[in-house]
């Protein structure tokens, strides 16, 4: 079976730093790219960053371009999102997801997601 | 960037109801759209992909249409099960949702 597990939320201070994991099962993960994107409180979805499936090109949203770093361990079927500078804002769950490739970029395994609180 | 509008943010419907969900983007994207579910404390669930597509295992009650800017998701015959709160997304340029719908009991 497909599964996503994302990792590693929790409560940071502001300013502070965090990593989140997404640990992948069931398909080729090597093979797929990849997406973070998160839900605040009460509001609606937002999509984070992106991945190609060797690691080497990544592109992300204004919101947090210069302050988030997404990278893979194809080695580990593992995806990070490495969270620094983080903001009252930045309060969210965070959900990792699979991009279902071979022509299509729309996002078609998520995972249950990891709750991230900024606050002091 | 792509700029979504969807409409409306709020439906009140009824069992058995057939239900129409807009999703307008700023500009073309030929049919590169896809549609999500989402119930509270649940991750989103892919429905329909490249603005038509049922996505394996969902219900042939779901339809999406459309292309370039203007597209929708209808739902022929409302059930239990799908009220829930769902997303357009437009794919042409990295990634954008839409401000999400709401499909309440009435």
């Known amino acids: 079976e497909i599964h996503l597990l994302e990792s590693g939320g929790g409560l940071v201070q502001p300013g502070g730093s965090l990593r989140l994991s997404c640990a992948a099962s069931?398909?080729?993960?090597?093979?797929?790219?990849m997406n973070w994107a998160r839900q605040a409180p009460g509001k609606g979805l937002e999509w984070l960053s992106y991945?190609?499936?060797?690691?080497?090109?990544?592109y992300y949203a204004d919101s947090v371009r210069g302050r988030f770093t997404t990278s893979r361990d194809n080695a580990k079927n593992s995806l990070y999102l490495q969270m620094n500078s983080v903001r009252a804002e930045d309060t969210a769950v965070y959900y990792c997801?699979?991009?279902?490739?071979?022509?299509?970029?729309?996002?078609?395994?998520w995972g249950k997601g990891t709750t991230v609180t900024v606050s002091s | 960037d792509i700029q979504m509008t969807q409409s409306p943010s709020t439906l009140s419907a009824s069992v058995g109801d057939r239900v129409t969900i807009t999703c307008r983007t700023s500009?073309?994207?030929?049919?590169?759209l896809a549609w999500y579910q989402q119930k509270p404390g649940k991750a989103p669930k892919l429905l329909i992909y490249?603005?038509?597509n049922l996505e394996s295992g969902v219900p042939s009650r779901f339809s999406g249409s459309g292309s370039g800017t203007e597209f929708t998701l209808t739902i022929s015959s409302l059930q239990p099960d799908d009220f829930a709160t769902y997303y357009c997304?437009?794919?042409?340029?990295?990634?954008?949702f839409g401000q999400g719908t709401k499909v309440e009991i009435k």
């Open positions: 997801a699979r991009v279902r490739g071979v022509g299509e970029a729309n996002m078609d395994v």
């Open positions: 069931g398909f080729t993960f090597g093979s797929y790219e």
């Open positions: 991945i190609d499936g060797s690691g080497s090109t990544m």
């Open positions: 500009q073309s994207i030929s049919s590169w």
């Open positions: 490249k603005a038509s």
């Open positions: 997304q437009q794919y042409s340029s990295l990634w954008t």
